[in-house]
């Protein structure tokens, strides 16, 4: 496990309660506890272990009596010490084992507790050591030396076991720690057996605990996943152990087994994996290994020893190597992969198959003797000194190393015989207690029997099974008693000799077992088989059976039993039973396997849970019994008590005392899932066996038989014992052998926990009822000494025990004293060899693993056979078959003979067709099948043909073609081409990319802001166009088509006017900034100046150590792999054109040899018909060479291949393998062309001799008949010397182009070397460059990130800037909205206001004021107020609010703003109010902003601060990589250059000498020198150039400052002049660009637009109303008419019935009248007052409507037209009334405006 956490478990001393002498570390030790005397010893005899015995038996406790250790446990951590220069110390079970080096006596020490001892280790001085022990509550216990008197015991430190203990430098303090379940670390004060310090360690298994030698106070734990540093430290609470917890980090978490402590505190520990690793401060500084990055050991380094100033390391590979202790000390990682490379000083190797693991120095001075463990079984003595006089390791002692598999003893002599895993077979003497022979196998021995005196009458031979299968017969002998043969000597007291090797079983051997005539032997195996042989000379197989399981022990049965039987016991839990097979019936066929064996089946069943269940059953019974006897005796003390009680009393109080008891219920019945493991078991009786079982059903002895129901499946059956015995004590400790002695009285068990078991028994008791009390004692380690084997000596007085600690001990009956008066001899006796043992030949062995069983190899045998047979038949029909064939081609060639008319025809040949389509379909479905059966290894060979061809053919572009010239000797040959990897032209392809992307990144790197600035540039604009967009269609969807035309027109001229605006600024910005400063420098120029300072003066060298290697010029592994890939490419072109010219004129060389056969021919047609004499000699014509075309040389044809199964047939029978014949086959097949070809053209050649036309007979031709031959031989002869001519030009033409041809190609040879010796120069330097290639990709990753750092930051601070200014110009807008309010509230005062003072005071009054409430309407009119606090502000500003308040200038009295003072306009005040309030709204936004605007400055200058620290990092990073550049540079001037030279090539001469040497000299190309040389004629030029411009720049500088001035009076003149204008046109100065950019108030004008829109609708209503008002009218004149006719009707009436009426309304005329004048009043009063109200209404509706076009833009709007109230008037005022108020709201509007 890795943890970085410090874990600092502390626990004090009062928490040890189980510490004996425990004293506090702040309190007086003497006031409670005494001192223990120095001379105080315990005894012994006190102290050790004794053996169990059953109470009130008879056994004696001196039963056994250890005689002597022939083992030993190598396993185990750091089991070997050394008390003095003779003496060793180790542990072996519960003792602890002193042995003499050079008398091999050994003296024992018993553990205390007889659980076992933990570990062991000596003092300093050498006078005491330490025992700790195992168990419960184990302790430590120091003995003196020599004396061995127990001195101290240490009590209490863990509860389990002790791991290891240490001793501190002087002696005086001692280290423990435990291990499971504490793990507890404890420091003792040893001498007063008292605890310092506890702590638990950790909370795995930890190996080593020790104290540093030089830093006092510290100490070193290490373990399982962990290693951790302790430290004794005071704290106020007293003194503590505080641990800290090592940190693997990166490296891989392993087991530490070894380490030590360095001088100054640092740790070295080892790993798994055989590297160190240095510890400092709690983590892993460095990982140590060799050179190569090889590990410093094959495997794990179990053990750290400083001696004399160097680290010696002791390691599982056998070695043991010295290092420098100071480079380690100083050792330091040198790049990431945390490695430091060293090589050893020294190293002594000891042996092959050696694995050590502990090393103890010589106790004598100043010595170089070391005493080493061997895990694999040995203890070495070491001589270290490295020097020449070193002697070699000695091996002292061997043992057998791991668990002791198989034991037996001799059953005449004294003598044992073990195997182990080791591969080794030992034979002791245990009279003598020596090992007498050992015999070594390359297989591990897993069991050993040792054969009866009735097989060998020496009593000699022993039988081993092995690991691999194989049983091997070894006769042991002595080989003094041999006779001398050819002058050999025998030494030694015995020896073993192989007398015959089986091999029965595939796998490990676990049982052998002699028949009991000793007859037949078998052997069992975890294959879950038993093998039987006759026994003989020689043993052979007579079969084997197969089990249920795999094999656990064989016993035959004794000779009291009728049936001669074996017994197999399987792990699984199955017993079988076979019957004893006939030695003679030996199986037939084709295996050993026996089936008609009577066999008998057991399968164990788990009866362990019932037999609980019953014992508890009938403890439950019998507490009712007793409970039924108490209850009576109760009742009968009632009934005497109350004798008149009746029996229903009686009956209640019986049912409530049982009602108080509650039956528990019975476990239920449990078998296990899995089952138990069958451990041993032997014979009882015919049929009947006991058997002793592991796991759930350990703690009894079953005895079972097998049942007569055998017909059930064996695998299926459950079978039970029929009876059992409880052992004691051995629920989870079970026995795992037994034995008996000769007279079966006495059984000795070996059990789990390492202890032997003695049962005093009768010799006739098969059920073991005797088996009552026994004796044990602990022999073997308690954990894991399981006590495999044990045994009686042949005359019962000794017992030999075997564990799998890999201990071996023998105990005597007797004392030794006793032992030695009844014993007549001092050693064993050997046995003798046989006659003429010296004669034989030695037995063959098995040594293959994985050779053949028995039954493997005879099936293999019988398959062979079988193989055989079928091909005999096979042969004989196939001959069968061909003489049938033959008959029948007979048959079909006399059939054709015959005449045509008698002839049958071939179909009629065939008997049925159903035959032959049978036999066509048989046919085809066994091709199919074979082509099924073979498409695999058809599928394989075409994939590897495939690769063959893609490795050797298709690799390959052109092969050499070599082209003869016709008659003189030159050739030429083309080159063999490679074709290119695909790898390397994809490098090619995008290594150019990759380079130009890679200097693009670097030459992009630093211009990120003007990136950024360039992207919020277009944002802006675009967010500037959208936004004008917007408005533009806000406004169209107002305003009319003709206002909005206008509108627009306005605002594009607006918008170019401020777009030309910008333009200019932008020009203005540009030219300021174009301006230089007063130290400006053209770029040029200083371009220039760069160059020259490069290219002038002090010239470096690339050798020189200060080169600085320029940025386009750095080369690495990518880079130089593309030049390597271009200059193959450019070979590979030139190679190919050369190769193309070549193939071409060996084509042209084909065409001439065709066209040479075909005027041949036509010779030999023109020499027909002319005289011999005169005819020329034909010329030879050409043969094309096998090197011309070599792609013919693999062409074949029918015949060839029919003539390649000939020569096979034939050389088939020469005997030679396949590939021989087929190598000799083609050399024959090409032989033979050859041949064919050269006698084919030397026929030709014969055939150009012969004559080929006959003479004619010389006849008498007429004068016409000769001229005309005459003239026919001219042209012949002039075709012959055509043709002749014709060829001799051909053949002279093509020798021509093939001398130039081969001149270019020595040329380009040349090249060709010229670039392959650039190629070596290239890959030479590519590996260098791969070297640094790791480095300096870490550099420039690191470079790299620190850039992108640097960007991402820059992006950052112009993010941030870009905000600064945003929240700048919101400022300096809300700052000019506070104007605006200012120039509102002074506006709105007016002019000679009397109250201006007081409302300016409250108007710029500060006042406390409640967080507004955020408001968000959503789509519903839902409204939602932040969570914000609503609380007073309580900051500074209060304070100055108080301060700033203005009082009263006249009466001195503070100013109260709620109340409006008298005969001040109540609006003005309450618009101040709102004025004030919206300025102080702006002035908290301001506040807000300005510190944002701080925070955003604040973070820009924190960034500016870490961009400063990131370019420095960079700038280091840019060190490191320019370093590690110029090491590279230097690493690759050290590459050698071959570059050849001619004689006039060289220039560098001394006197006119050329000198010897020429490692001063320069190579120079010769254009450059001359390029040099013409640029110094070019360099003169320029500088008189320079001259005459710098001249003319100077007066040009003189003409440009008289400019300046004048421009700048120009200047200021035409300001003043503008000024001048402005004022005269606009009466002040006025920004001309605000004039330019006005386009009108678009709000204004919509808002216009409503109002005339609603004045003209109102215009129409007016106007219908007044229509109607008319027609009214005209209806009421002729009312009214008709009414005045009707009251003059009336008149007269009414002027009588005044007359009647003036004296009754007399008396009330008075009173009438004043009732009606006040109604009228009344009714002219409400009017009044509903218009006043109404006017009210408008006031305060065009007063919000002003207040709300006050914070927009200062823009004043009409108000909108409010409802008027409804008003109770008459009919015929209601118009009027409404008519009235809308002209006054138009008036009002108008005003507005």
């Not at 070397?1313 to 330097?1325: C, G, I, P, S, Y």
């Not at 209806?1675 to 019935?1697: D, G, H, I, P």
């Not at 005329?1709 to 009228?1720: A, D, E, P, S």
């Not at 409507?1745 to 200062?1754: H, N, Q, W, Y």
Request: with cysteine; proline share 4%.
């Amino acid at each position: 496990m890795d943890a970085s956490e410090t874990l600092r478990d502390e626990v004090t001393l009062q928490e040890q309660a189980d510490v004996v002498g425990v004293v506090e570390c702040e309190g007086n030790p003497e006031e409670e506890h005494k001192l223990i005397p120095h001379d105080m010893y315990y005894n012994y005899e006190d102290l050790c272990s004794r053996p169990f015995i059953t109470a009130d038996s008879n056994i004696p406790q001196n039963l056994l009596h250890l005689s002597h250790s022939f083992g030993y446990d190598c396993g185990r951590r750091g089991n070997l010490q050394l008390l003095d220069e003779h003496t060793l110390a180790f542990i072996a079970g519960n003792l602890l084992i002193l042995l003499d080096v050079h008398t091999k006596e050994q003296r024992y020490i018993r553990s205390s507790s007889g659980g076992g001892i933990g570990a062991i280790m000596t003092h300093p001085s050498k006078q005491h050591f330490a025992v700790a022990e195992k168990g419960c509550q184990p302790n430590i216990i120091i003995y003196e030396y020599p004396s061995l008197r127990p001195y101290r015991i240490l009590r209490g430190g863990t509860g389990s076991t002790y791991s290891y203990v240490d001793f501190n430098r002087d002696g005086s303090l001692m280290a423990s720690v435990g291990g499971a379940p504490d793990y507890m670390l404890t420091l003792w004060d040893w001498r007063q057996e008292q605890v310092m310090l506890c702590n638990k360690a950790f909370s795995q298994d930890v190996y080593r605990v020790t104290f540093s030698p030089d830093c006092v106070g510290q100490l070193t734990t290490s373990g399982t996943g962990h290693i951790r540093f302790w430290k004794m430290a005071n704290t106020f609470t007293g003194l503590k152990l505080q641990g800290l917890l090592g940190s693997f980090g990166k490296t891989t978490v392993t087991d530490i087994e070894g380490y030590v402590e360095l001088p100054d505190g640092k740790v070295v520990s080892g790993s798994e994996w055989g590297n160190m690793l240095l510890w400092e401060g709690g983590l892993i500084k460095v990982e140590i290994c060799r050179k190569g990055r090889r590990t410093c050991h094959s495997g794990t380094i179990y053990q750290f020893n400083l001696d004399e100033g160097e680290l010696m390391t002791v390691g599982s590979d056998g070695v043991v190597r010295s290092w420098n202790l100071e480079t380690i000390d100083t050792a330091d990682a040198v790049d990431d992969s945390g490695l430091f490379e060293i090589e050893p000083m020294n190293e002594i190797t000891v042996g092959r198959n050696v694995s050590l693991c502990s090393m103890v120095k010589s106790s004598i001075p100043e010595t170089s003797i070391w005493f080493a463990q061997d895990s694999k079984g040995s203890i070495w003595k070491l001589d270290l000194s490295f020097s020449n006089i070193t002697q070699d390791p000695k091996c002292l002692f061997s043992f057998h190393a791991g668990a002791i598999q198989g034991m037996d003893v001799s059953e005449s002599s004294h003598l044992m015989a073990t195997t182990a895993l080791d591969s080794s077979v030992r034979v002791f003497d245990f009279l003598s207690k020596k090992e007498l022979t050992i015999s070594r196998f390359k297989q591990g021995g897993t069991t050993l029997t040792w054969a009866s005196d009735m097989l060998n009458s020496a009593g000699g031979l022993l039988v081993v099974g092995f690991d691999d299968g194989v049983v091997r017969l070894l006769e042991l002998y002595n080989p003094q008693s041999l006779h001398t043969v050819a002058g050999r000597t025998h030494t030694g007291d015995a020896e073993l000799r192989l007398r015959q090797a089986l091999k029965p079983h595939n796998a490990p051997v676990t049982a052998i077992a002699y028949e009991r005539n000793r007859k037949i032997m078998a052997t069992g195996s975890t294959d879950s088989t038993v093998f039987f042989f006759t026994v003989g000379e020689r043993y052979e197989p007579i079969g084997f059976v197969t089990v249920p399981g795999p094999v656990q022990g064989l016993e035959w049965s004794p000779q009291s039993h009728v049936k001669n039987t074996l017994l197999i016991f399987c792990q699984n839990g199955h017993v079988v039973e076979v019957q004893c097979p006939d030695p003679g019936a030996q199986t037939g066929g084709n295996t050993f396997q026996l089936s008609g064996l009577p066999t008998m089946h057991f399968c164990f069943s788990s009866i362990k849970s019932r037999i609980k269940r019953d014992a508890e059953v009938a403890l439950r019974q019998a507490r009712k019994e007793e409970k039924k006897k108490k209850r009576e005796e109760r009742l009968k003390k009632l009934l005497e008590q109350k004798p008149d009680a009746t029996e229903e009393e009686l009956q209640e109080k019986e049912q409530e005392e049982e009602e108080d008891e509650e039956e528990v219920e019975l476990p239920p019945l449990y078998f296990p899932s899995r089952p138990s493991p069958l451990h041993c078991g032997f014979y009882s009786t015919p049929g009947s066996f006991w058997l002793s079982m592991g796991g759930y059903d350990s703690g009894y002895l079953y005895h079972c038989k097998f049942s007569e129901q055998q017909s059930e499946d064996p695998l299926e059956r459950k079978d039970e014992p029929f009876f059992f015995i409880p052992v004691h004590d051995t629920d989870h400790n079970p026995i795992l052998t037994i034995t008996f002695n000769s007279s079966r009285q006495l059984l000795l068990c070996g059990m789990e926990d390492g202890s032997i078991r003695a049962y005093p028994v009768q010799a006739s008791d098969h059920q073991l009822s005797s088996m009552q009390a026994y004796w044990a004692l602990s022999v073997h380690d308690n954990h894991y000494g399981h006590v495999s084997h044990i045994r009686f000596s042949f005359d019962d007085m000794f017992v030999l025990t075997a564990g799998e600690d890999g201990n071996i001990f023998s105990f005597s009956c007797l004392p030794e004293e006793e032992l030695q008066k009844a014993m007549q001899l001092k050693h064993a006796k050997v046995p003798s060899p046989r006659v003429g043992l010296e004669m034989e030949k030695a037995a063959q062995d098995i040594e293959d693993p994985s050779a053949y069983s028995i039954e493997t190899a005879k099936q293999k045998l019988e398959l062979d056979r079988m193989h055989k047979e079928a091909e005999e038949r096979k042969q004989e029909r196939r001959k069968k078959l061909a003489e049938l064939q033959s008959q029948f081609q007979a048959i079909l060639e006399q059939n054709q003979s015959l005449p045509e008319h008698i002839r049958l025809h071939r179909s009629e040949f065939e008997l049925d067709p159903r035959f032959h389509e049978e036999i066509e379909r048989q046919t085809e479905e066994r091709v199919m099948e074979v082509r099924k059966e073979l498409s695999w290894e058809e599928e394989k060979h075409r994939i590897g043909l495939n690769k063959l061809q893609t490795m050797f053919w298709e690799s390959v572009v052109q092969d050499t073609v070599t082209v003869y010239a016709f008659k003189s000797g030159h050739k030429i040959s083309n080159y063999r081409l490679l074709a290119l990897p695909a790898i390397q032209m994809h490098l090619h392809q995008h290594g150019t990319a990759a380079s130009q992307s890679v200097q693009e990144h670097w030459r992009n790197k630093a211009q990120p802001g003007k990136e950024a600035s360039n992207i919020s540039l277009q944002d802006e604009l675009v967010t500037d166009s959208v936004m004008q967009s917007g408005r533009m269609q806000s406004a169209s969807r107002k305003l009319g088509s003709r206002e909005a035309e206008k509108l627009r027109k306005a605002a594009e001229k607006a918008e170019k006017a401020r777009a030309m605006i910008e333009k200019r600024k932008k020009e203005w910005a540009e030219l300021y900034a174009s301006k230089p400063s007063e130290d400006y420098e053209d770029p040029k120029d200083v371009e220039a100046i760069r160059m020259a300072k490069e290219k002038m003066g002090d010239f470096k060298l690339k050798s020189a150590k200060d080169f600085t290697v320029p940025e386009h010029l750095r080369m690495n592994v990518e880079k130089k792999r593309v030049q390597l890939v271009e200059l193959e490419k450019k070979i590979f072109e030139k190679k190919s054109e050369m190769n193309s010219r070549v193939m071409a004129l060996r084509d042209s060389k084909v065409e001439i040899v065709s066209q040479l056969h075909a005027k041949v021919e036509q010779l030999q047609a023109i020499q027909q018909h002319l005289p011999p004499e005169k005819r020329h000699p034909l010329p030879a014509v050409p043969v094309l060479m096998p090197e011309e075309i070599p792609e013919r040389k693999h062409r074949y044809t029918r015949a060839t291949l029919e003539r390649y199964a000939t020569l096979r047939v034939k050389m088939a029978s020469t005997g030679l393998d396949e590939q021989q014949n087929g190598e000799n086959i083609l050399e024959l097949l090409e032989q033979e062309t050859q041949h064919t070809h050269t006698e084919a053209q030397n026929t030709h050649m014969e055939d150009e001799g012969v004559e080929t036309h006959s003479q004619k007979q010389e006849e008498e031709l007429t004068e016409l008949e000769k001229e005309m031959r005459e003239v026919e031989e001219t042209r012949n002869l002039y075709q012959q010397d055509k043709l002749l001519k014709q060829m001799e030009e051909a053949v002279w033409c093509f020798d021509a182009e093939l001398r130039v041809l081969r001149h270019e190609k020595q040329e380009l040879d040349v090249y060709m070397k010229m670039a392959d010796l650039r190629h070596v120069t290239l890959f030479e330097e590519l590996l260098l460059l791969k070297e640094f290639e790791k480095r300096e990709d870490i550099l420039q990753e690191r470079l790299t990130t620190y850039i992108q750092e640097e960007q991402e930051i820059r992006a950052k601070m112009h993010e941030c800037k870009k905000q600064m200014e945003l929240k700048k110009r919101d400022i300096l807008r809300l700052q000019g909205k506070e104007k605006t309010l200012t120039a509102t509230f002074q506006a709105s005062l007016g002019e000679n206001n009397k109250f201006e003072e007081f409302l300016t005071k409250v108007f710029k009054k500060k006042i406390k004021r409640t967080k507004k409430k955020e408001t968000h309407g959503g789509e519903g009119g839902d409204v939602t107020d932040d969570e914000d606090d609503s609380d007073e502000d309580s900051d500074d500003e209060s304070d100055r609010d108080n301060d700033e308040d203005y009082d009263d200038s006249e009466t001195g009295a503070p100013l109260d703003d709620s109340v409006c003072p008298p005969n001040c306009d109540p609006e003005l005040f309450d618009n101040t109010l709102r004025l004030r309030e919206h300025r102080l709204d702006v002035e908290e936004q301001q506040q807000e902003e300005i510190k944002i605007v701080e925070s955003l400055k604040k973070e820009c200058d924190t960034l500016a601060k870490k961009e400063k620290i990131v370019q420095n990092n960079r700038k280091a990073a840019e060190g490191d990589l320019e370093l590690i550049n110029r090491e590279k540079q230097q690493r690759l001037n050290e590459v050698d250059v071959v570059v050849p030279l001619r004689l006039h090539q060289i220039e560098y001469v001394n006197n006119d000498l050329l000198p010897g040497k020429l490692d001063s000299a320069l190579i120079l190309n010769t254009a450059d020198l001359q390029r040099l040389q013409k640029r110094i004629k070019e360099l003169q030029e320029e500088k008189n150039e320079q001259r005459e411009l710098y001249k003319h720049a100077k007066q040009q500088h003189v003409q440009l400052r008289h400019d300046l001035k004048d421009m700048e009076a120009r200047i200021k003149e035409s300001e003043v002049r503008c000024e001048q204008l402005m004022l005269m046109k606009f009466g002040k100065l006025v920004e001309l660009e605000v004039l330019q950019t006005l386009s009108g108030n678009r709000k204004v004008e919509e808002m216009r637009q409503e109002v005339r829109e609603r004045d003209a609708k109102n215009t129409q209503e007016l106007k219908h109303w007044e229509a109607k008002v008319a027609e009214a009218r005209e209806a009421l004149t002729e009312v009214t008419k008709q009414n005045t006719e009707r009251l003059r009707k009336m008149n007269s009436l009414l002027s009588q019935k005044k007359a009647l009426d003036d004296q009754l309304n007399s008396k009330q005329r008075k009173t009438v009248g004043q009732f009606q004048g006040r109604l009228v009043e009344k009714q002219e009063l409400q009017r009044l007052q509903q218009l006043v109200a109404a006017q009210a209404q408008d006031i305060e509706a065009l007063s919000d409507e002003i207040r709300a076009l006050s914070r927009k833009d200062g823009h004043i709007l009409p108000p909108l037209e409010p409802v008027p109230p409804p008003i109770p008037a008459p009919p015929h005022r209601h118009t009027a009334s409404n008519s009235g108020v809308h002209r006054k709201l138009n008036i009002s509007s108008k005003a507005v405006k």
